[in-house]
């Protein structure tokens, strides 16, 4: 049974249990829902949009908590950076059109300013990328950005729409992720049943 909500996990593996018993088949694993695995990294990003990432890909295999759509003033957009409004902020990833050159130096000017902007974690997604040409000061900034800037070629509303409509897959090329995925997971896995059935068979055959 997988993607089992943590609390609920005792009562799920105790009635799953009893399911499988009268169905005369082992359970063998009741694994919780492992927040954050399931959504896409920048280089899942990439692929998506069809478009690389504008700043340095020092964090190709970041991955975002949630997404944010950016279209108010920079006044409310920094009182929002700033904590003024009361938001958490941390693993967000602001998606604003790329017409929005006031917001992307104002996000990019705050993170500079932050003395442990190196490990910020919030990202940020440019839509409509063909549409507008960023200044050139705007990009020489993206460039060397200290956060993970990505671009995408469709409107703002067909980019929000295929980020909530992607299914993130595991990166065999990001070891971290599976290690710590696999961390998550192990204790679940029921191995000793696993041997039990694989012995059970092979003693049928």
């Known amino acids: 049974v997988n993607k089992v909500k943590i609390s609920k996990l005792p ?15 082992p359970l063998l694993g009741c694994i919780p829902h492992t927040a954050g695995f399931d959504s896409p990294s920048c280089s899942d990003l990439e692929i998506l949009f069809g ?12 991955r ?16 929002l950076l700033n904590g003024k409004r009361n938001v958490r902020l941390e693993g967000t990833c602001f998606i604003t059109h790329s017409s929005r050159v006031d917001l992307i130096m104002g996000l990019i000017t705050h993170i500079n300013s932050k003395v442990t902007s190196n490990n910020y974690e919030s990202g940020l ?12 000061v705007a990009e020489d900034c993206i460039k060397h950005c200290k956060f993970p800037v ?6 703002t509303a067909e980019t929000m729409r295929l980020i909530a409509n992607y299914t993130a897959k595991m990166d065999p090329k990001d070891p ?11 204790p679940h896995i029921y191995v000793d049943a696993m041997l039990k059935e ?8």
């Open 64 to 79: 975002f908590k949630n997404y944010e759509l950016v279209t108010t003033s920079l006044e409310r957009f920094m009182e």
């Open 51 to 62: 478009q690389n990432m504008l700043s340095k890909r020092d964090a190709a295999q970041k």
């Open 176 to 186: 971290e992720l599976v290690s710590s995925l696999m961390a998550q997971i192990e």
């Open 198 to 205: 694989a012995q059970k068979r092979s003693s049928e055959m």
């Open 125 to 136: 997604i440019l839509s409509g990328i063909n549409d507008a040409t960023l200044p050139k």
């Open 150 to 155: 990505l671009a995408s070629k469709t409107t």
């Open 11 to 25: 009562m799920v593996k105790h009635y799953m249990t009893l399911g499988a018993r009268q169905l005369e088949v």
